[in-house]
């Protein structure tokens, strides 16, 4: 069967160079959202925990019961807080309409809106959320925000950096008059990651990075974690004339060998129309329409790596890593290699 292969020394090192920039392992938030980017959450989160990451993120619920056992602190980005039901869950607070509906005594991080516009509270908004946060007793144990444009050599970034400062300064001060235990703050992304020259104390949020693919430059020297590899079901020679596959869109010129594998768009693949040159790992070309369930191209083996390098397939599709890697079926198996 199909297979994908994680390489453990890759991920390691990833992890070591981004807690090395950061300034330790206590200072990052390891985003582990939509089975770690493909990449298989079961698999990522016990490694993490081994290399000493304590604090992660995910997208819901249902993913941070997944890896309840691994963290000590599990921050929910994107859900309506209602029951919080485990210990170590934090939940990202996006609007004034959900710190109102948490329940009394949750423990929550504050998404700050710094021009982004998608989610979080404006600053003109902390001191009602502030009213909010003492009359319900909820615990306020951090506040972040997100970059739009990290990975630009645009002015955002640094707007984005003295907008959250300045969220920074009025929480800072919310916290001193009531007493209330110092937050932790957390802006920087993977690409933030890889541009800033200082944090001060704040912590880091990373996602992308810790698979190998740099976002901003190629400062912290990642390495890809995954590789993608399909099983030969079919093999026979295609006589010049012949056509493979939906369309008859290739045509053989003179005899080759041919071999179908088991990876399709139905396996997460973006879809291939048989239109210009899409390459495997090993430089051959995909040959014809891509099927649900199969492509072809030359015979090249019992196994063959479709991509060990994301990027090259979301160049060909005209879009970004994360699509492709994010993509991928959680059904195809996963396996780490040393």
């Not at 992890?15 to 990522?44: F, M, P, S």
């Not at 946060?133 to 645009?154: P, Q, V, W």
């Not at 969220?167 to 007493?179: G, H, N, P, S, Y």
């Not at 479709?306 to 195809?332: C, E, G, H, R």
Request: proline fraction near 1%; include cysteine; charge should be neutral.
């Amino acid at each position: 069967m199909s297979e994908i292969r994680l390489n453990k020394s890759a991920y390691t090192h990833n992890l070591t160079q981004i807690c090395n920039k950061a300034g330790g392992k206590e200072r990052v938030i390891l985003v582990l959202k939509d089975n770690a980017y493909g990449h298989g959450t079961l698999l990522i989160a016990p490694v993490a925990k081994e290399f000493g990451i304590k604090f992660c993120a995910v997208k819901n619920e249902k993913e941070a019961h997944e890896i309840g056992e691994f963290f000590d602190k599990i921050l929910i980005l994107s859900h309506i807080p209602n029951k919080n039901e485990s210990q170590n869950f934090i939940y990202g607070i996006n609007d004034i309409y959900a710190l109102n509906s948490v329940k009394d005594g949750t423990r929550i991080h504050l998404a700050i809106d710094t021009i982004m516009h998608r989610n979080g509270l404006c600053i003109d908004e902390l001191d009602s959320a502030f009213d909010v946060i003492l009359s319900k007793n909820l615990k306020l144990e951090g506040a972040y925000t997100h970059f739009r444009a990290s990975d630009e050599m645009n002015a955002d970034y640094f707007v984005q950096k003295q907008k959250f400062s300045e969220a920074k300064v009025k929480i800072l001060a919310f916290c001193d008059k009531f007493r209330l235990l110092k937050p932790i703050f957390h802006s920087h992304n993977s690409a933030g990651v890889e541009r800033f020259s200082d944090m001060s104390d704040d912590m880091v949020r990373v996602g992308i990075a810790q698979h190998g693919y740099a976002q901003f430059n190629d400062s912290l020297n990642l390495q890809p974690v995954l590789s993608l590899w399909a099983q030969r079901i079919s093999q026979r020679v295609l006589k010049a004339g012949q056509c493979v596959g939906y369309g008859a869109k290739f045509c053989a010129t003179s005899d080759i060998n041919i071999a179908t594998y088991d990876l399709g768009y139905g396996d997460g693949l973006l879809r291939y129309t048989g239109d210009g040159d899409l390459t495997l790992a090993n430089g051959k070309r995909l040959l014809g329409k891509m099927s649900m369930d199969s492509f072809s191209c030359e015979n090249c083996g019992e196994m063959v790596c479709v991509f060990d390098d994301a990027n090259v397939w979301a160049q060909f599709f005209n879009t970004i890593n994360y699509d492709v890697l994010t993509k991928l079926s959680p059904f195809i198996d996963r396996k780490w290699q040393s």
